[in-house]
């Protein structure tokens, strides 16, 4: 009995330990110092110094977060994965790499995809075009220019049948609250754990279901407007715009021009109800209460909040959502953290 009891007291500290190293993880934020990417606390600390490489998409760089206690680190043209010390856990050996998520990462070998467990163990072999994350126990996977589910051992469970949207998988693919969006044909559709499709969609279903409510495609005169349906299946707001974003904390951004057409953002609620007044050239998701916008000018961004109360003045070249009181921000070249007072927690560098 004593043994027993050790022995379980013993796991019950490694796992405390393993989940406190994971959620410490969590609360890092990239940086860039010198040309280098490193991490620091919530307080704009340095925990972990620049020294890897930065990874860029048209000229944009592009911060690895933590997730599950690791970090997909590019060092001398190849990814690896590191802990909250910066310590290499996989040594940098990927052409490319995906964040953890479920135990699983995907990783590039050669021309081809697998998965990596946090050890570094190949657990599911490279044999796929592209692969996304795992979400509620699939992930999605490309084959032969069709994209299916896999289960964590590898498995396809959804034979590929649907087509590629993107080059990288946005969320939307990822299974929410048991059902995921996909592409079959010309039609956007909502498919269940099985493949089957829900039948929810009278239009086409565009995204999964945000705060509720999924991003629909109607017609009108041969026009396409967007408008949203709530889980129920029932169409909450006619399509009747000529873009929208997604919902998020019951607002959700719409105008009635297309996605060319500068400007004349405003936002609605639930009902379709303008709940903001006026319009505005950028507006973003409302996020821990704000919103990126732009009234007046398009280059320079600042924060909303839901009355319509510019709290942030407009004064960044690119605004990211909050997150944990905090948000990413550029001037120039230049990235910083601010938090919801317009302070910089760590100063815009490159």
Not at 38 to 62: L, M, N, T
Not at 160 to 187: C, I, L, M
Request: proline fraction near 3%; charged fraction near 25%.
């Amino acid at each position: 009995m004593t043994i027993r009891i050790w022995v379980f007291a013993l796991l019950l500290l490694i796992s405390s330990t393993v989940f406190a190293q994971s959620s410490d993880a969590e609360g890092l934020l990239p940086i860039i110092q010198n040309g280098k990417m490193g991490y620091i606390s919530k307080k704009g600390e340095i925990v972990i110094r620049p020294q890897f490489d930065v990874s860029s998409y048209f000229g944009v760089p592009q911060f690895s977060e933590f997730s599950e206690g690791m970090a997909a680190i590019k060092s001398k043209g190849l990814i690896g994965y590191i802990d909250s010390s910066g310590d290499f856990v996989v040594a940098p050996q990927f052409k490319d790499g995906r964040k953890f998520s479920s135990g699983l990462a995907a990783v590039k070998i050669g021309d081809r995809w697998g998965f990596i467990d946090q050890k570094g163990a190949l657990r599911i072999a490279p044999q796929f075009t592209t692969a996304g994350d795992f979400s509620e126990g699939l992930a999605q996977v490309e084959v032969d220019g069709k994209r299916g589910y896999i289960d964590k051992t590898g498995k396809l469970v959804i034979m590929p049948r649907f087509r590629p949207s993107d080059p990288d998988f946005g969320d939307d693919g990822e299974f929410k609250s048991g059902v995921a969006n996909v592409r079959e044909g010309t039609q956007h559709l909502m498919i269940d754990r099985s493949g089957q499709t829900v039948g929810k969609c009278v239009f086409d279903c565009l995204t999964n279901f945000y705060d509720g409510m999924a991003l629909i495609k109607g017609y009108k005169n041969s026009r396409p407007l967007l408008g949203f349906m709530d889980e129920k299946g029932i169409i909450a707001i006619e399509p009747t715009y000529g873009d929208a974003g997604r919902f998020s904390e019951g607002l959700v951004r719409v105008k009635y021009g297309n996605r060319i057409t500068p400007g004349g953002w405003f936002y609605i609620d639930r009902t379709g109800q303008q709940a903001i007044k006026g319009t505005f050239w950028v507006a973003g998701a409302f996020s821990e209460g704000l919103a990126v916008v732009a009234r007046d000018n398009y280059i320079k961004r600042g924060y909303m909040d839901r009355t319509g109360t510019v709290v942030i003045k407009a004064q960044f070249d690119r605004a990211g959502q909050f997150k944990g009181g905090l948000a990413l921000v550029s001037i120039g070249n230049k990235w910083g953290y601010i938090d919801k007072k317009g302070n910089y927690v760590w100063e815009p560098s490159k």
